[in-house]
């Protein structure tokens, strides 16, 4: 199985970027999914995930900034984050955790990765 991250890029802050997340082998609403983020120097942690029970949940510095989203239609997950600061400044990850339904945040659950795409605000 493969994820494929796309949306990346630079912008100053307060501005806005949209990253998309396209599996292939199976469906985004066959399992959790969701975003993490690894700054230098720093643990790679959970930002939003979209549970396969419907729910989501989000990391405390981009609620009301971020917004996570799947359409199954093009199977894409996607993350559109709003008034970026620049410590939002991250490689972001796509990932799937094959066997929990809810939303959780917790690193070690996800199984499949992508490749990660680099998000930079100043």
């Known amino acids: 199985v493969q994820l494929v991250e796309s949306g990346g890029g630079s912008v100053q802050t307060g501005g806005s970027l949209r990253l998309s997340c396209a599996p292939s082998?199976?469906?985004?609403?066959?399992?959790?999914m969701g975003w993490f983020r690894q700054a230098p120097g720093k643990e790679r942690e959970g930002v939003a995930i979209?549970?396969?029970?419907?729910?989501?949940t989000y990391t405390d510095s981009v609620k009301g900034r971020f917004t996570i989203s799947k359409d199954n239609v093009k199977n894409t997950l996607s993350l559109q984050m709003n008034s970026l600061e620049v410590e939002d400044t991250a490689m972001y990850y796509c990932?799937?955790?094959?066997?929990?339904?809810?939303?959780?945040?917790?690193?070690?659950?996800?199984?499949?990765w992508g490749q990660g795409t680099q998000v930079t605000v100043s």
């Open positions: 082998g199976y469906t985004v609403s066959t399992y959790s």
């Open positions: 979209f549970g396969k029970d419907g729910t989501t």
């Open positions: 990932a799937a955790n094959w066997y929990g339904g809810s939303a959780s945040k917790l690193r070690p659950l996800y199984q499949d």
